[in-house]
Antibody, heavy 114, light 109 residues
Framework: QVQLQESGPGLVKPLETLSLTCTVS??????????WTWIRQPPGKGLEWIGH???????SYNPSLKSRVTISVETSKNQFSLKLTSVTTADTAVYYC??????WGQGSLVTVSS | QAVVTQEPSLTVSPGGTVTLTCGSN?????????PYWFQQKPGQAPRTLIY???NKHSWTPARFSGSLLGGKAALTLSGAQPDDEADYYC?????????FGGGTKLTVL
């Protein structure tokens, strides 16, 4: 089965870019079976869908974040990544990578603070 | 903007049956909205119980089942156990984007 692991800085300054990577094992990011997804959860709040990508390059983003989000696939490293620009404290959350069929990473806490 | 609705809280007795629902302000939920159900316990990552309306993972207890009911997606728990006390989230694919419901806090009491 697919296993996912998020990695990236735990602290980002306001107005900078949040960058996270999800390393995939158990299958290939070029598999046509999956959409590779990012989800976040602010402390004490519910889940928010950020966006997803298919290996063919097709992407879909949350309309409320679309202007700041980029999701991409790195096939050589079997990874996919998230970039969120111009962050504010409202972007502080646990960020999860996930797939269709419902495999999840353990999550990565990102705090936005100066 | 698409909104997904869930009961904020439900209570079930041990051994009892409860149904959680997941609706959309865009109309009836169908299998084409690819309903998912997730369970989250405090301090843990969510785990998927049901994907694409009815499909279970190897780790999904048999007492959980997914369906469509009255224009909504539904998660039925039959034979509730204390360990089932958790937050439950659904998600739907609406306009090619994922949307989560606000979650249901399930108490087993």
């Amino acid at each position: 089965q697919v296993q996912l692991q998020e990695s990236g800085p735990g602290l980002v300054k306001p107005l900078e870019t949040l960058s996270l990577t999800c390393t995939v094992s158990g299958d290939s990011v070029t598999s046509g079976s999956y959409y590779w997804t990012w989800i976040r959860q602010p402390p004490g709040k519910g889940l928010e869908w950020i966006g997803h990508i298919h290996y063919s390059g097709g992407t879909s983003y949350n309309p409320s974040l679309k202007s700041r989000v980029t999701i991409s696939v790195e096939t050589s490293k079997n990874q996919f990544s998230l970039k969120l620009t111009s962050v504010t404290t409202a972007d502080t959350a646990v960020y999860y990578c996930a797939t269709t069929k419902g495999y999840w990473g353990q999550g990565s806490l990102v705090t936005v603070s100066s | 903007q698409a909104v997904v609705t869930q009961e904020p809280s439900l209570t079930v007795s041990p051994g009892g049956t409860v149904t959680l629902t997941c609706g959309s302000n865009t109309g009836a939920v169908t299998s084409g909205h690819y309903p998912y159900w997730f369970q989250q316990k405090p301090g843990q990552a969510p785990r998927t119980l049901i994907y694409e309306t009815t499909n279970k993972h190897s780790w999904t207890p048999a007492r959980f089942s997914g369906s469509l009911l009255g224009g909504k997606a539904a998660l039925t728990l039959s034979g509730a156990q204390p360990d089932d006390e958790a937050d439950y989230y659904c998600s739907l694919s609406l306009n090619y984007a994922g949307v989560f419901g606000g979650g249901t806090k399930l108490t087993v009491l």
